[in-house]
Structure formats: C-alpha cells, structure tokens
C-alpha cells in the first residue's frame, strides 16, 4: 500500500485539472467516435430499476432509469485539462445498456455522467454518475484506466442505485484486477471526489450567456502562529466560513456588468433553499436574489462580482435567469470542503511567523497539510511537486495608530522556507504608533474552487 502522498498523486491529476477547465471556453458537448480506437477500453453496462428525480432535484416523475436516461459520457481530463469537445457521449438503448469506448492513455481520468432528457437546462439534464466502490461505503467519482489493458471490455453489470450515485454490480475486485487499481488508492481519492462533479456545472451549462464560478472564505486566526505552527482550526474554522460566486459573461458577445447596471436588463439568482448573505440579506427560493434591486458588488474585468454566504454550500440547483428566462442552472453542492465529521478533505495551510525581540516580523514559513483517514491525522507534504496547483502567499499591514496607509504585497510560494516580509518599511506584530503592524495573511489556490484562506489578527482597532 502506497503512502498518503503516493495515493495522493493518482488524485492530482484530477483536482489540479479542475482550474483549467474553469477557465477555458467552452462549446457544446462533443460526440465520440463511432469506432473504438486501438487504446481504448469498452466500457458496458445496463441501467436498471426506477429513478425518482436527478442528484439536484429536478423531477423525472418516477420513470424507469432506461426511459429517464438519454446518454452515458465520459468526461475526459486530459493533461491536466478538462476537454469538453473530447467528450464520449453515447445514447442509451431501450433496455438501458450503453457502451463507451474510453482512451487508456496515461494522465487521462474520466467521470462517468449520467444525463437525461435536453428540455431540461444546466444541471437539470444531470441524473448522477456511475461510481467504482471504494469501501468503508464510499465510492470514486474518478475513473483511471490506464492500468487497463486495452482493447479489453470492461463490463460493469446492471447498474443501480440512489441519490445519483451508481454503482455496478461487477464486484470491486473484479474491477480492480482489470483496471490495475489498489483500493487503497481508491478510498482515498473516493473521499475527495465531490469536487470532480463541479465539471458537469460547466459542460451541461456550456451554452449559457452566464457562467457561475464558486469561490470558498475563511477566516482564520493569525494569533496563534506567532513563534509556532497553526493549526488547521487556525486556518479554516466551521465558524467563520464562507462560499460566495461571480458570475462571467460567456459566448461570442460576453454580457458584462454594464449590460445589466442601468436596470435595463435584470439578471435573477433563485436559490435552493434559504442562504444568508454576508451583508444581512436573506434570499431563497421565494426570494430571490434580483440584479436591480441587490447586487452591492457591481462588476470589474467583465466579471460580475458575485455575493458571499454563510458555509457550507446547500445541495440543489441555483437557478439562474436572464430578463425572466431561464440561462442557467448549477449546483455548488459538491463543493463543500468539510466531510460530515467536518474534517478539511484538501489543502490546509499552516503558517509560521517569526516575530524577533524587537516585535518585528523577520519572515514567514509555510507548510501544507492533508487529511489522512487512515492516521486519522492532518499529515505534512513536504515536497511541492505534491501539490497539484499554484498557491498565492499574501500579507497586509496598516500604520497605527489611526489605521491610514496600507501596505501589501506577496510573501513567496515556497514551502519550508524562511520567506522574509518584502515591504519597504518594517512590519510590527505588535501596536507601535506610525509603525505598519501585520492586519492579515491570506493563502489562495485553486481546485476548479477557489479557496481564499485568510489568517486574521484579532485586533478590533484594524
């Protein structure tokens, strides 16, 4: 059995693949080959029994899964890279059997997407995704095939199963043994694979005008990394977190804030369920959130700046509507970083701050940690070639006593070492009158989310 980080690196591929796809353009779905190629895996099943609604909760009216199900994808993250256009989408047959024939090559994951009828919009059209099991009652959303001899079938048996999770019934062994996987590996990609669902956020919304991208808030506390290492708890507390989402203009002719600013044309967000915004505002599903009445944010860079709201992100569909006609439809759902027992399934930050004895501020140190179901533990990477993404290291200081003048600037990207404060002018953790004293550091990186992780001073005059 591999170590966490051997286990992590099968992973890599799929998390880092996610920023990429996220700001690619985006055409429709593509249509596979008739013919499987010389790589490739055929990969068969049947979908049998009853479907009540799709994994959002849009109604399908209690038809059978054959009659529901209008195709079977696989989603291809090549390189790195979410390619849409390389989709191999097939239709399924009256009987509810499919067959998809699947690139083996190396460096290429798959999710298997499950879609049904196209009167639906967005994730609407999402019934769920067919799953290896895992153990321990979990299940990987990732397909890896280049264990897999090519040119063999890999015949997954009736497929059933609730909540848009389905499961074969070719034992977990069997499947294994021809995908040349460990369960080991399995379970631990299983435990983080919600993330890789946010992908179909953005293929079955490819056409809309807009785009939804979701970022993740927290604030942390700066305090407890003074002379010594934080915590996770430091760096992403239940209690002070946050999802939020900017909207982009998609297309030829991308809309931007000016399209909407004047009232002229209204963009409208409606909720799942009732969600509190960061400034006071309660919305839901009978109170939608309405460009011309609250949008405090504005837009910037053809973004339009999005709102925040209290953690964790609700399942179900935000449905998104243009002058009263449904564009879009998403679900941030699987972006939820915590498991039930609310431990931080990715990446957490844990900072160092040497403050000398003169209450200086002589550089900062950084390591990143992941959760580790089998220790049970937070666990250190200590090598960067571990970490699928780039990450931003960033600090603000203000001058006392009145809190007028700013500095910032970025501390480094290197983790384990003694990064030094790059500002013109010293930097006081503690208060010295027309001295700039430390007010935040924030980590930044990207898994096709955005999470912004904020190591505040609890300081009530900054």
């Known amino acids: 059995m591999g170590s966490v980080f051997q286990r992590y690196r099968r992973l890599g ?24 190629g010389a790589g490739d895996v055929q990969i068969t099943g049947r979908l049998a029994g009853l479907v009540t609604g799709n994994r959002v909760g849009a109604p ?25 256009e390389a989709i191999e989408e097939r239709a399924v047959s009256g009987d509810g059997s499919f067959a998809l024939n699947v690139p083996t090559e190396p460096g290429i994951e798959h999710v298997l997407l499950v879609r049904g009828p196209e009167d639906g919009v ?24 280049d264990g897999a001899t090519a040119g063999t079938t890999l015949d997954l048996g009736a497929l059933s199963g609730t909540g848009g999770t389905f499961l074969p019934e070719t034992t977990a062994d069997q499947l294994y043994s021809l995908l040349g996987a460990e369960q080991a590996e399995q379970l631990f990609a299983a435990y983080r694979d919600d993330i890789l669902k946010l992908a179909s956020n953005e293929y079955l919304n490819a056409d809309a005008q807009l785009g939804m991208w979701t970022n993740q808030y927290f ?31 998609q297309g030829a002719d991308p809309l931007t804030w000016d399209d909407f600013a004047d009232g002229t044309n209204v963009f409208e967000i409606v909720p799942p369920v009732t969600v509190f915004e960061s400034f006071g505002q309660t919305f839901g599903p009978d109170a939608p959130i ?67 004895g003169d209450n200086v501020i002589d550089g900062v140190e950084l390591r990143m940690l992941i959760w580790d179901f089998e220790a049970n533990d937070y666990l250190e990477i200590t090598d960067e070639t571990e970490l699928p993404f780039e990450y931003t290291l960033t600090f603000r200081a203000v001058r006392l006593p009145s809190g007028t003048g700013e500095i910032a600037g970025d501390i480094g990207d290197t983790l384990g ?28 990186y990207s898994l096709g989310v955005t999470f912004d992780i904020n190591f505040w001073r609890t300081n009530d005059n900054l």
Do not use: K, M
Not at 133 to 143: K, R, T
Not at 224 to 242: C, G, H, K, Q, R
Not at 418 to 435: I, K, M, N, R
């Open 417 to 444: 070492e003694l990064l030094p404060l790059d500002v013109p002018e010293d930097v006081y953790w503690t208060e010295v009158d027309g001295q700039y004293q430390i007010h935040v550091i924030t980590i930044t």
């Open 219 to 249: 604030g942390g506390t700066l305090d407890n990394a003074i002379n010594t290492w934080s915590a996770p708890e430091d760096a992403v507390p239940l209690d002070d977190y946050s999802f939020g989402f900017n909207l982009e203009g």
């Open 122 to 145: 967005g994730v609407e059209q999402e019934i769920g995704f067919i799953e290896l099991p895992a153990g321990s009652d979990q299940s990987n959303a990732g397909w890896e095939l």
């Open 60 to 84: 399908l009216g209690g038809s059978s899964l054959s009659s529901a199900v209008v195709t079977v994808g696989a989603l291809p993250i090549i390189g790195g890279e979410l390619d849409i």
């Open 290 to 356: 309405r460009s011309d009445e609250y949008w405090p944010n504005g837009g910037d860079f053809g973004q339009i700046n999005g709102l925040g709201f209290a953690g964790p992100p609700p399942d179900g569909p935000w449905i998104v509507s243009i002058n009263g006609v449904t564009d879009s439809v998403y679900d941030v759902g699987t972006s939820n970083p915590f498991d039930e027992d609310g431990q931080f399934l990715y990446f957490i930050p844990s900072i160092f701050v040497s403050v000398g």
């Open 13 to 36: 591929l799929i998390l880092v693949s996610f920023l990429a796809s996220f700001l690619a353009a985006c055409s429709g779905a593509g249509a596979g080959g008739d013919g499987g």
